[in-house]
């Protein structure tokens, strides 16, 4: 093969992966107007149309698919050998893209991020904060991060932080304006802050248990949020009540900003884990993240 006619395929692979040229074009590292000229030029070399092309979607024709089904094997053992090739260096090198939680760069990443960086100088990460269900395939990430209760059976997970124990939290300048709840169905009459699921949409219902018996309690409030960094803010300011993990809002509550309420009726999680699918091969920059952040370094 020749070396444009690689360049041709290894483009026309990321379009179809992609269905958008101004994405892949951006992968590539070229102009959209470059990338639809090579794509052009494969298409009249081959006589056949292999992307149908509208004002709002790109997608592979038959022929396409049928070569994007052929081929990208080849790709991907080009891509392994590769990575085999750079395992023989005496550091890890590369980047790591993970999508994660908002609360997680604080429970997780940040804690060892500086240790990890300055141990592997050759190695760059990435963390995208969605708080929703991400598909990690899809958007091409090296991994995601997730509640163990929340990753999906056929994912590799590795568990990489502490069990995650939920509060109830409000501030001195709420609780001035509203009693303490006694139990959880007595938020019902509180100003608490919700938080919007991105992917249903719907409100997030808190999770409650006693006695080995689990619940949820739907609240209202004046004010919805997306993150829960947001939501702490806003008990801080007084707003309402928020439901964030406690290792959070530890310091708040140490130096009296935030109050604890319903302790004894609050959850524990398992604790976070990284996921990937098995049949993608892990880089060694991916490895080396893993293994540091793998759950015996907190034991």
Known sequence: MRRDE????????????ERSFTRAAAKL???RSALSHTIRALEERLG??????????????????????????????IASEINAIKELR???SGHVRIVCPDDAIDLVFRPRLP???GENP????ELIVDNGFTNIVERQFDAGLRLGEAVARDMIAVRVGPDVT?????????????????????????????????????LYAWEFEQDGREFSVRVEGPLTLSNIASAIDAALDGIGLAYVPKDLVRQHVENSSLRNVLEDWCPTFQGYHLYYPSRRLASPAFRALVDFYRWRQYR
């Open 6 to 17: 690689f360049a041709e395929m290894k483009a026309f692979l990321e379009v179809a992966r």
């Open 29 to 31: 590292g070229v102009t």
């Open 48 to 77: 056949i149309r292999l992307l149908a092309r509208t004002t709002r979607d790109v997608a592979p024709t038959t022929a396409g698919e049928r070569l994007v089904e052929r081929i990208t094997h080849h790709f991907e053992g």
């Open 90 to 92: 005496d550091r890890p």
């Open 115 to 117: 240790a990890f960086l």
């Open 122 to 125: 050759d190695i760059t990460v």
């Open 166 to 202: 939920y509060s109830v939290v409000g501030a001195p300048a709420y609780f001035a304006r509203f009693p303490f709840p006694s139990n959880p169905q007595e938020l019902t009459g509180h100003d608490c802050i919700n938080l919007r699921l991105p992917t249903s949409g719907t």
